[in-house]
């Protein structure tokens, strides 16, 4: 493996934003010369769809992933069922995502999340498609939906998963998959990172979750553009989360990245 580069995935972003402006190629290549070579672009409401399955149709490292968010539900149409269904069927190798439950953000309404969510979770299952989860303090009725519910064969991520570490057991053995993003390297976040020590080795998938979930600013990290102050993650900051990762379990950067590569292609498909 010395002096080979480590192939990075990218279990969780959002590179159709509009917040990148249009940018999206150039974001691309700066993701491939750091050693991205897959990402899965989350959808979050019926007007990203398109969007997302365009850029997977112009770049095979795209994986789209077509979801109602939880922030985004009032949104929704009379028929955004049949037409994330359509949108599944226009690429084979979809996921479904972003999808969710959060009774963390203020003034969102909890009312009407679940039945989405299940919604949701009954159309992946039917097609066994990997899907990706949001779950803000609502970790108790997610575990009790998932149980009850009929999932995915293949299994689901949890994505940027900041629930308590006594579920990892539970929520394995529902087939789930758990993702590092960049949001826990800021010192803060200490507190979740002997959660992602204790998450099982062939369990770990890594994310940038660009736009959102900047990194600490350090030397090296890229900002995609602050937008009304506000700074942009850039989607090619994820290898610094494998980086912390690896520092975080004690392997090496080649061992983590060939067990990410593992679980990501088990996952998601190669
Ligand atoms: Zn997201």
Redesign the pocket.
Known sequence: MRGMRPRLYDA???LQDDRFGGRQEELLAACRATGVVRMVV?G?CETDWPRVLALAKRHPEVVPSFGW?PWFLSRRTSTWRQQLIGWLEQAPQAAVG?IGLDRWKPDLPYAGQEEVFIAQLQIAAARNLPVSI?CLRAWGRLLEILAAERRPACGFLL??YGGPVELLPRLTGLGAYFSLSGYFLHERKKKHWNTFQQVPADRLLIES?AP?QPLPAGAGRECAEAAGGRPLNHPANLHHVYAFAAQLRGVTLAELSQQVEKNFLRLFGS
Do not use: R
């Open positions: 969780h972003n959002h989350n979050t968010h972003e949001h994505h940027s979750d959102d």
